[in-house]
């Protein structure tokens, strides 16, 4: 579902939007050499979690939308189960480059927070291909 | 007592000792001074080290932490990294999340940051008329964080006479302490 809307947050200039909605599954493991454990070791404070869409357009060659985040503190269960999860935040792209994009990739990363040491960003194994018509939708009220 | 011995301890310091104990305490300052150059040589970063000054990216960072930056040229800015900014003309480093990047083929790039605890991006921080970040704007990416330590300096900043009375302090140390 794609639809050209002013981006009233940003440059004054018509640009693609993009409606994405998704579910997610998800086990958040902790896969240091190559064995998994549990993701809240001693030294993890918390996890910030998001979920990004990456594409390439002709105006520009790596583009990359944070569409929704979530924090899970130390003590929340890393078990994803989210179902029907509209995006936080207006995926616009940088100019018209979602029509008919057939090759946008949502992958899930997360950036571990530990108490005291290394900030390591992570990205999930598995990811999502969504592709976005040809046209878009055009609706009466906004 | 201990106010006698300390009189009596600068009476017996003659010229040569107090001029070694200067030297002693310049050489501390001087390494010092060179270890935190080495670190802006080896991290890239004009600030490798910066200290947390806002909420803005609770709980995951709160203020007074502290965090170490690397600047690395090659290094690519992607979504989710935490970085470090100025905004263009002002002194105040920034500490947020990239949110958005738009990367052209040639290398130039352009993104948009949010703070964690923020509603909003962080569009209305930027200059008048400025929607994009651009690497010139980066001071580093935070690599790893200590809690509560960046406190000493806030506390320094907010209460200069605090910041004095340490340095009066640290310097009655240094120039009475006694080479056994």
């Known amino acids: 579902l794609r639809k050209n809307v002013e981006d009233f947050t940003g440059p004054r200039e018509r640009s693609d939007l993009g409606f994405v909605t998704f579910d997610i599954t998800a086990d958040i493991l902790n896969g240091k050499n190559g064995l998994q454990t549990f993701i809240f070791d001693w030294n993890v404070k918390q996890l910030f979690l998001y979920l990004s869409a990456e594409y390439s357009t002709k105006n520009n060659a790596l583009n990359q939308v944070v569409l929704w985040d979530k924090i899970m503190l130390r003590g929340d269960n890393p078990r994803l189960s989210l179902k029907d999860m509209k995006s936080k935040y207006f995926f616009f792209d940088d100019g018209n480059g979602l029509k008919g994009n057939r090759n946008i990739t949502l992958t899930l990363s997360w950036n571990v927070v530990p108490n005291a040491g290394i900030l390591p960003l992570v990205t999930g194994s598995g990811h999502v291909s969504v592709p976005f018509p040809d046209t878009y939708e055009t609706t009466k009220s906004y | ?180």
Request: charged letters at 25%.
């Open chain 2, 1 to 180: 007592g201990a106010a006698m011995d300390l009189f009596g301890d600068l009476r017996r310091m003659n010229k040569r000792q107090l001029y070694y104990q200067v030297l002693n305490f310049a050489m501390i300052v001087s390494s010092a001074l060179m270890i935190w150059k080495g670190l802006i040589v080896i991290t890239g970063s004009e600030s490798p080290i910066v200290v947390v000054l806002s909420g803005s990216m609770e709980p995951a960072f709160h203020r007074g932490d502290l965090l170490f930056l690397t600047n690395f040229h090659d290094d690519p800015i992607r979504a989710g990294e935490i970085v470090v900014f100025k905004v263009e003309g002002r002194d105040i480093p920034i500490v947020h999340r990239v949110i958005k990047v738009h990367e052209k083929g040639n290398g130039n790039i352009k993104f948009l940051t949010k703070g964690d605890n923020n509603e909003v991006d962080d569009r209305g921080l930027y200059k008048e008329g400025q929607n994009w970040l651009e690497k010139k704007d980066v001071v580093g990416r935070a690599r790893g964080f200590l809690p509560y330590v960046g406190m000493v300096t806030i506390i320094m900043n907010d209460y200069p006479k605090f910041k004095y009375a340490l340095l009066a302090v640290m310097g009655a140390y240094v120039l009475l302490k006694r080479e056994s």
